[in-house]
């Protein structure tokens, strides 16, 4: 395993260069083929990571945990409420004493203006890798996982000039966060896709990422362009990822977020919308997908869906990541 990735924090894909991301595919790739033969790859055995969830997951914490299983190590599934978090301790001291006791950090937190900040205050406590499972801003392990599932799709090689959306749709279920398409345009155009990002116009993005998301374009010799427009961004698309959000940046009031929200129920992948992308258009979300709303199941269910592509590559992208950050030549120290 490559040692410079040893004891390296994963908290926005932005802080690893695009080499060592491909270190981590290359990675991912090798344990994905071995998982199908059925060869057992206990190379962190014997070494702890601790999950703390503020929040439900079925994907991150079930990959995570069967990952880290796979790698002969044991993964403590942890809550606020089981911790002295709920009697106010602070991350940078959670983060201090769970280093003495384990190997790496992972943490949910998608609390709005909070979680990333709590993710690298425990950061700054931590001796080990803090592992971000999602935040207000960013959810790196979710977009990883996705570009895995692309390159799978079209070639690692073939990706330039791919038109990759990001688009809004609507979903009645809960105001979603920001980091999944805020994940997504700050990775996909490092690696050769233009990516065109639609949303009505109460739904921006955070704007300090929208500005690195063009600059990670610019020297990617890539494209990243915003449109309010979802047919039009859907045109020619080689990819389409279409997934709610809510309208943070316009209003907190969450009855008012439902209601500009509901203004906006057309915005559905359905049959018409695919038919406007590529032949080739890969359908994408992270789930879960708020089936009739965000997408029709004629869509979701189609022979274009990779939707469980993407959540079956969480596993292994994943468990590279621990595999190349928590071991290498400092293992010993740990
Ligand atoms: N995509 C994703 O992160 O799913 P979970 O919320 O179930 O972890």
Known sequence: MEDRLARRHFITTA????????????????????FKRGELTPVLQNLTLFMLFFEQSTRTRNSFEAGMTQLGGHAHD??????????????????????????AIGIRNCFWKLGNRYIRDVARGASVPVFNLQCDWYHPCQAAADLMTVRERFGAEELRGRKFVVSWAYAPSYQKPLSVPQSLILLMPRFGMDVVLAHP?????????????QGLAKAAGTRFEIVHDMDAAFEGAHVVYPKSWGCMLHTEDLEESAAVAARYKSWICDDSRMALAASECAYMHCLPADRGHEVTDAVIDGSQSIVFDEAENRLHVQKALMA???TGDKRGEY
Do not use: C, N
């Open 15 to 34: 802080d690893w260069k695009v080499e060592e991301l491909e270190q981590l595919f290359q990675t991912a790739a090798d344990f994905k083929e071995r």
């Open 201 to 213: 116009p109460e739904f921006s993005l955070r704007p300090e990422l929208l500005q690195q998301a």
């Open 78 to 103: 942890l809550t606020p409420d089981k911790m002295q978090i709920s009697h106010g301790e602070t991350p940078y001291d959670t983060g201090a004493v769970l280093s003495r006791y384990g190997h």
């Open 324 to 326: 190349l950050t928590m």
